[in-house]
């Protein structure tokens, strides 16, 4: 019996088609995988089906629900409330499809919080900012259980975890869907995950659904084969014997909060064109590094240098030639880019960092090359952010990251929003990058692909730097 419907469901935003004639069943029990890249119309379907679609938003079609629907959402510490606790928070969820008192939905909370593998007791009157991103994530699939759902739509939930709490918070989900018969829409840009997991998948692309079947079958249709192949793709590299001094150095580096000790004597030195990631679960400290090196924190103690130069001991003109000298690129475009600024200014934004002030032509110039060379048409500078996919946002990224001429570029989860065949067109673009003498920081989760991409891995684990998973890779140095 169908719990969920979608019957030729359209979306649109202005002008923009973000959904077009959707058709959907999902049954009782079964888990069905809902994948595409940014921009493929995947949030739109899931806020059709919760009726949550935003103002201004114009829809066709219908949705026809036979019970409750509830969402697991991609970031918790987004979705909760985080001046109200989180036992409190489930609590209310509780409240709001039965008559509970406050204590017996406290009560409830409490046995949900054990089926998460969540310890109640401890959890219960903590506030949001006090779990890690993993223990966030399983409060937010307690709220979700809480209203005893038909269905669960579960929008990229484990995008911002670690390989292996990844892993743990999806093999939950599932299995609280598959134990309480719920139906499960995977959300999700991850081929590899949809296979692992769903009965069955559809392929979104450019808002129609392009692919649809039962799994394994489904993986020979040629999309999906396509994307499968994409999947371990690793990078052409050009490598050139690499020389000079280094353009990172990091030494004796300390750095705590509080009595909790974060960072312990962390060294490392990066070399003009080097790739180098930096894997470690959540809460092994690097963001609390990536923060150091761009010079947003002080560390207690230690030396960050940049082409030569201590970023935490100058100022001035000084400073500001140091932060020319390295630019970073991160996570969610979507985020990083004002969508009330035209791409043009966006990507200038840097070149007042530049030693000595540029004309109107000077500026254009340097934008519209910066553009060629991260594969746009220089006239994307006319644009908004809003017009372009996930991909070509990040290619945006990179562009404002290249317009100053940096030596190190700083990657914070660059790729982990996009999907396989996008993230691997942007890993050929840092690939070439690295290959003309700019060196490359990559924070990731994705162990396999930096295996792929980089010269040198290293593991932050317990506050120190150790060797990493192995890499496919070797530079020649001078």
Same mark, same amino acid.
């Given at each position: 019996m169908s719990v969920l419907r979608f019957d030729r469901v359209g979306v649109r935003y202005g002008d923009r088609v973000a959904l077009h004639d959707f058709s959907l069943d999902l049954a009782a029990g079964e888990v069905v995988a809902l994948i595409g890249g940014t921009g493929s119309g995947k949030s739109s379907a899931s806020l059709a089906a919760l009726g949550l679609l935003p103002e201004g938003a114009a829809s066709e079609g219908q949705v026809v629900r036979t019970g409750p629907v509830a969402m697991? !959402?991609?970031?918790?510490?987004?979705?909760?409330? /985080? @001046?109200? +606790?989180?036992?409190a928070q489930v609590a209310e969820a509780v409240r709001a499809r039965s008559r509970a008192?406050?204590? =017996? &939905? @406290?009560?409830?909370?409490?046995?949900? !919080? %054990? %089926?998460v593998g969540l310890d109640a007791q401890a959890v219960l009157t903590r506030y949001p900012h006090e779990l890690s991103g993993g223990q966030r994530q399983r409060v937010g699939i307690a709220m979700a259980l809480a209203s005893k759902p038909a269905v669960l739509i579960a929008d990229e939930p484990t995008t911002a975890l670690d390989p292996e709490t990844t892993a743990q918070v999806i093999a939950l989900i599932v299995s609280a869907a598959r134990k309480r018969g719920m139906a499960l829409l995977l959300v999700t840009h991850d081929l590899a995950l949809a296979r692992a997991h769903a009965d069955r998948v559809v392929l979104l692309r450019g808002g129609r659904i392009v692919e649809t079947g039962a799994l394994p079958g489904a993986l020979a249709l040629p999309h999906i084969a396509a994307l499968l192949e994409r999947l371990d793709h690793v990078p052409a590299r050009h490598p050139r014997p690499q020389t000079g001094a280094?353009?990172?150095?990091?030494?004796?580096?300390?750095?705590?909060?509080?009595?909790?000790?974060?960072?312990?004597?962390?060294? @490392?030195?990066?070399?003009?064109?080097?790739? &180098?990631?930096?894997?470690? *679960?959540?809460? =092994?400290?690097?963001?609390?590094?990536?923060?150091?090196?761009?010079?947003?924190?002080? *560390?207690? &103690?230690?030396?960050?240098?940049? #082409? $030569?130069?201590?970023?935490?001991?100058? +100022?001035? #003109?000084?400073? +500001?030639?140091?932060?020319r000298r390295m630019q970073a690129v !991160?996570?969610? /475009? $979507?985020?990083?880019?004002? *969508?009330?600024?035209?791409?043009g200014r966006i990507v200038a934004e840097p070149l007042a960092l530049w030693p000595e002030r540029l004309s109107h032509e #000077?500026?254009?110039?340097?934008?519209?090359?910066?553009?060629?060379?991260?594969g746009l048409d220089g006239s994307? #500078? =006319? &644009?908004?952010?809003?017009? !372009?996919?996930?991909?070509?946002?990040?290619?945006?990224?990179?562009?404002?990251?290249?317009?100053?001429?940096?030596?190190?570029?700083?990657?914070?989860?660059?790729?982990?929003?996009? %999907?396989?065949?996008v993230r691997a067109d942007i890993l050929d673009l840092i690939a070439g990058l690295a290959d003309t003498g700019i060196a490359f920081l990559f924070v990731t989760h994705d162990h396999a692909m930096i295996a792929g991409?980089? %010269?040198?891995?290293?593991?932050?684990? =317990?506050?120190?730097?150790?060797?990493?998973? *192995?890499?496919?890779?070797?530079?020649?140095?001078?």
């Amino acid at each position: 019996m169908s719990v969920l419907r979608f019957d030729r469901v359209g979306v649109r935003y202005g002008d923009r088609v973000a959904l077009h004639d959707f058709s959907l069943d999902l049954a009782a029990g079964e888990v069905v995988a809902l994948i595409g890249g940014t921009g493929s119309g995947k949030s739109s379907a899931s806020l059709a089906a919760l009726g949550l679609l935003p103002e201004g938003a114009a829809s066709e079609g219908q949705v026809v629900r036979t019970g409750p629907v509830a969402m697991v !959402f991609q970031e918790p510490l987004l979705a909760l409330d /985080p @001046l109200m +606790r989180v036992g409190a928070q489930v609590a209310e969820a509780v409240r709001a499809r039965s008559r509970a008192s406050r204590a =017996e &939905a @406290l009560d409830e909370s409490a046995q949900l !919080f %054990d %089926d998460v593998g969540l310890d109640a007791q401890a959890v219960l009157t903590r506030y949001p900012h006090e779990l890690s991103g993993g223990q966030r994530q399983r409060v937010g699939i307690a709220m979700a259980l809480a209203s005893k759902p038909a269905v669960l739509i579960a929008d990229e939930p484990t995008t911002a975890l670690d390989p292996e709490t990844t892993a743990q918070v999806i093999a939950l989900i599932v299995s609280a869907a598959r134990k309480r018969g719920m139906a499960l829409l995977l959300v999700t840009h991850d081929l590899a995950l949809a296979r692992a997991h769903a009965d069955r998948v559809v392929l979104l692309r450019g808002g129609r659904i392009v692919e649809t079947g039962a799994l394994p079958g489904a993986l020979a249709l040629p999309h999906i084969a396509a994307l499968l192949e994409r999947l371990d793709h690793v990078p052409a590299r050009h490598p050139r014997p690499q020389t000079g001094a280094s353009v990172l150095s990091v030494r004796g580096l300390i750095h705590g909060y509080g009595d909790k000790t974060v960072l312990s004597g962390i060294d @490392l030195d990066l070399r003009p064109g080097e790739i &180098a990631g930096l894997v470690g *679960p959540s809460g =092994e400290g690097k963001s609390t590094l990536l923060r150091l090196v761009l010079g947003l924190e002080t *560390p207690q &103690a230690g030396t960050v240098q940049i #082409a $030569g130069t201590d970023i935490h001991r100058v +100022r001035g #003109a000084a400073l +500001r030639d140091v932060r020319r000298r390295m630019q970073a690129v !991160f996570q969610d /475009p $979507g985020a990083s880019l004002d *969508p009330t600024w035209r791409v043009g200014r966006i990507v200038a934004e840097p070149l007042a960092l530049w030693p000595e002030r540029l004309s109107h032509e #000077a500026i254009a110039a340097r934008v519209a090359t910066a553009l060629v060379r991260v594969g746009l048409d220089g006239s994307a #500078a =006319e &644009a908004f952010p809003g017009a !372009f996919s996930g991909g070509q946002r990040q290619r945006i990224a990179l562009a404002r990251a290249l317009v100053v001429e940096p030596a190190l570029i700083v990657l914070d989860e660059a790729t982990s929003a996009l %999907d396989a065949a996008v993230r691997a067109d942007i890993l050929d673009l840092i690939a070439g990058l690295a290959d003309t003498g700019i060196a490359f920081l990559f924070v990731t989760h994705d162990h396999a692909m930096i295996a792929g991409l980089a %010269d040198r891995v290293w593991r932050l684990s =317990e506050g120190r730097l150790i060797p990493g998973v *192995p890499t496919r890779r070797a530079r020649p140095v001078q």
